[in-house]
């Protein structure tokens, strides 16, 4: 039986509402982003707190017993009243109070981060006092820090295949294929789409594109998912590689990259993503609506 509430009860019970609301353990992994064993742990982790069984689940499908269906409703009532007196307590005055953190990919264009300094300057002349923490780390990393909650927000490029995100559209990146100084392919105009499939080229282990981008030659005995080290490889003249262009013009600039067939450029959308079961304050949307003017 349940003596005192304590935080870890709070998550059970916000994942055992979740799971009926889908409609049972498989349909509730893409929103909770967890494995179905995971799920059915924490599923029982919180019948034995409780003390008795909450659920059956076999060839007939998932039901809830009439003492789960009891506790399906506490548990709501429960959960609405502590976000209620969130709410009210975060809102007091009519100020904006707590904390926002932010998610974003690395090495962004100068307009990007201007837009974002456009965003936090106009969420300062509100009537808040909200600590803003930014975070940079590529964009996997977001996406697990999205996926337990650490974040409020992510800034990046992502799979698009999350059913536990909502994704709203920010901007686009475009990406090109670089060799660097040394390389073979280094100054050559009008290279054939046969040449480049014999070079050795970056692979960049997270890329969910569409319609067969970015282009992919036939080699590759480097990885790297953080641009530095991409163009590392790029420059040491030994492999090919995409980057955005916003961060190679700077090298080319100097000579040491090189374009090889803009006509395999391809577009990368960027997107404001939350976890959909993220409980989101008042300070966390009057962010992202700044972010989101700022963007517009």
């Avoid at 209620?84 to 005055?93: I, P």
């Avoid at 998912?225 to 961060?247: D, K, N, T, W």
Wanted: proline share 3%.
């Amino acid at each position: 039986m349940l003596g005192q509430v304590h935080d870890p009860d709070l998550h059970l019970l916000r994942l055992f509402v979740t799971v009926v609301e889908a409609g049972g353990f498989s349909a509730a992994q893409g929103v909770l982003g967890l494995s179905q064993p995971t799920i059915s742990q924490r599923m029982a982790q919180l019948e034995t707190r409780l003390g008795y069984r909450l659920c059956s689940r076999g060839k007939g499908g998932f039901h809830l017993t009439e003492k789960g269906a009891l506790l399906l409703d506490a548990a709501r009532g429960l959960l609405l009243n502590i976000e209620q007196f969130r709410q009210q307590a975060n809102g007091v005055g009519g100020r904006l109070l707590g904390s926002v953190r932010i998610g974003m990919a690395e090495n962004q264009d100068k307009a990007v981060s201007l837009k974002l300094a456009t965003a936090i300057a106009a969420f300062r002349t509100r009537e808040e006092s909200v600590q803003l923490e930014l975070i940079s780390a590529p964009p996997a990393e977001l996406e697990r820090q999205l996926l337990e909650q650490k974040l409020d927000y992510a800034i990046s490029y992502f799979s698009g295949n999350q059913a536990a995100f909502d994704y709203r559209p920010l901007f686009e990146e475009r990406q090109r294929l670089y060799c660097g100084k040394g390389h073979i392919l280094f100054g050559t105009s009008g290279v054939e789409r046969e040449q480049l499939l014999d070079m050795d080229q970056v692979r960049h282990p997270y890329r969910f594109l569409k319609g067969g981008e970015p282009f992919q030659s036939q080699r590759s005995m480097a990885v790297a998912e953080q641009i530095e080290s991409v163009l590392a490889f790029i420059l040491s003249g030994r492999h090919i590689g995409y980057l955005p262009c916003h961060c190679a013009q700077g090298w080319e600039t100097e000579g040491l990259l090189w374009a090889l067939d803009p006509g395999l450029d391809f577009v990368v959308p960027f997107t404001l993503a939350r976890h959909r079961a993220q409980i989101v304050g008042e300070a966390q949307q009057a962010f992202a609506q700044d972010l989101l003017a700022a963007f517009a």
